[in-house]
């Protein structure tokens, strides 16, 4: 008995690490509280108070999503039902400049913002019948612990005619994984627009270019805005019962039919033998979003709420995408 509680003992030790924020995760407190007060019941101004901070969290999931969805490196024709395809994959990602004026975007990242991200991926892909193809993308967010999963559906409404260009419809849905404190999710459905050319034997190039409406849904945990408390007593509570509850809060949910970012894509694909090659760009446009600034002033008898809208001009994502794989 005593062996087995050495084991487990070293077991535990080996396998909980210490957890480890990497430069490019995410730190969503840093965008503030958008709570004015500490806790309801309280009259005291949360220190972190950010009156924009519902606009922030809004503003910065629309934009990774759009970094999420970058990709899409295939023609609008299909595999052919008994065809599949394995591609590895690198987008690399121009982000916004750090900043909250001028529509700019802030990402919360743990260390400051770089210009640019490196997604490199894995995808999948399986022919099926009546012009159908099934695919999976995993791509890791580099230098971070979070990773952007992605499963489609792709239809060619037309495809293989002489005369006539290759049209198809894809359906796909992106979710992060490893991000802490919210959840993430983009889906989208795509046309697109290719022609295949022979060059001879075995070789083909085929240009295709397309649109891409991506709905975004985001939605946070209820977040600890002072990361410096110390836990009480339980034995000994404090006097006032909302004193748990200061500095606490969540962001306003981000729903997907009210968020659409517009990708527009173009790329060409080389298939030599088995040996796929591809390049591709896309810009995201993200629009404008409404944001609501609300304040609180003390009066001498109450609190005096205001608020105030205006539109928010999001920046455009521009990402440059290659593939190297195999077709068989």
């Not at 975004?216 to 748990?244: E, H, I, K």
């Given at each position: ?6 084991w ?11 957890a ?18 500490r ?20 503003a ?25 395809a ?24 743990e ?9 490199p991926?894995?995808?999948v892909?399986?022919?099926l ?7 999976a ?10 990773f ?66 991506v ?30 509850l200061d500095?606490t ?12 970012n517009?990708?527009?894509y ?30 609180r ?9 205001t608020?105030?809208t ?7 994502v ?11």
């Amino acid at each position: 008995m005593r062996t087995f509680s050495r084991w487990m003992a070293l077991a535990v030790l080996v396998g909980g690490p210490a957890a480890y924020a990497d430069r490019n995760d995410f730190v969503i407190t840093n965008l503030g509280n958008p709570n004015p007060v500490r806790a309801a019941g309280s009259t005291e101004f949360s220190a972190n108070f950010n009156p924009e901070a519902n606009g922030d969290f809004r503003a910065f999931t629309r934009t990774f999503a759009a970094v999420m969805t970058s990709a899409n490196l295939m023609p609008p024709e299909t595999l052919g039902h008994a065809g599949f395809a394995v591609n590895a994959e690198l987008s690399v990602i121009g982000l916004p400049s750090p900043g909250r004026e001028d529509g700019q975007v802030t990402l919360p990242t743990e260390r400051t913002q770089t210009d640019s991200l490196l997604l490199p991926s894995v995808h999948v892909r399986k022919g099926l019948p009546f012009s159908l193809e099934l695919g999976a993308r995993v791509g890791w967010i580099d230098r971070s612990s979070m990773f952007a999963t992605t499963g489609e559906l792709k239809w060619a409404v037309n495809e293989g005619f002489t005369w006539l260009p290759d049209i198809g419809v894809r359906a796909h849905v992106t979710r992060l994984l490893g991000n802490k404190d919210f959840d993430l999710t983009a889906a989208g459905l795509d046309v697109g627009v290719g022609k295949q050319f022979p060059l001879g034997g075995m070789v083909t190039l085929t240009p295709y270019g397309g649109i891409d409406l991506v709905g975004v849904a985001a939605n946070s945990d209820t977040l600890d805005f002072d990361q410096s408390r110390l836990l009480t007593d339980p034995s000994n509570p404090p006097p006032n019962p909302y004193t748990y509850l200061d500095n606490t809060g969540i962001y306003e949910p981000v729903k997907l039919g009210e968020n659409i970012n517009t990708r527009f894509y173009g790329g060409v694909r080389f298939i030599g033998g088995a040996l796929q090659l591809g390049a591709e760009i896309s810009l995201s446009s993200q629009g404008t979003i409404p944001v609501t600034r609300t304040t609180r002033t003390q009066g001498e008898t109450e609190v005096i709420v205001t608020t105030e809208t205006r539109d928010r001009a999001l920046p455009a994502v521009f990402a440059f995408n290659t593939t190297l794989g195999l077709d068989f």
